[in-house]
Nanobody, 129 residues
Framework: QVQLVESGGGLVQAGGSLRLSCAASGRTFSRYAMGWFRQGPGKEREFVAAVSWSGSMTYYADSVKGRFTISGDNAKNTVYLQMNSLKPEDTAVYYC??????????????????????WGQGTQVTVSS
């Protein structure tokens, strides 16, 4: 079992920045690819960004490309999402997720919700106009 705890959400004005963190605990000696998803009011949960276990590959939704940056620190079992130039449409609950990967899949990234094994409880991000 892996437990994920997100933090760093809050209220920010449009154009501002926030950095989300996701700390993993439990069975963290395995290899994990990580992802961030979000769910806005009345919307389905959607992909935001992903990073491979090796850290060499990242992938972003078109809506956040150039504004958000995902990064991981395997030593701290933590993944981050730096969000810049925030827009009101970025308002959502942000979730981190993790997927166990093999040695040979260490450079893969995953954008599908169903690919992930564990999810955090989410952190609210609200962007005011």
């Amino acid at each position: 079992q892996v437990q994920l705890v997100e933090s760093g959400g809050g209220l920010v004005q449009a154009g501002g920045s926030l950095r989300l963190s996701c700390a993993a605990s439990g069975r963290t000696f395995s290899r994990y690819a990580m992802g961030w998803f979000r769910q806005g009011p009345g919307k389905e949960r959607e992909f935001v960004a992903a990073v491979s276990w090796s850290g060499s590959m990242t992938y972003y939704a078109d809506s956040v490309k150039g504004r958000f940056t995902i990064s991981g620190d395997n030593a701290k079992n933590t993944v981050y999402l730096q969000m810049n130039s925030l827009k009101p449409e970025d308002t959502a609950v942000y979730y981190c997720a993790t997927k166990t990967v093999s040695y040979y899949s260490g450079s893969y990234v995953y954008a599908e919700k169903g690919a992930y094994d564990y999810w955090g409880q989410g952190t609210q991000v609200t962007v005011s106009s």
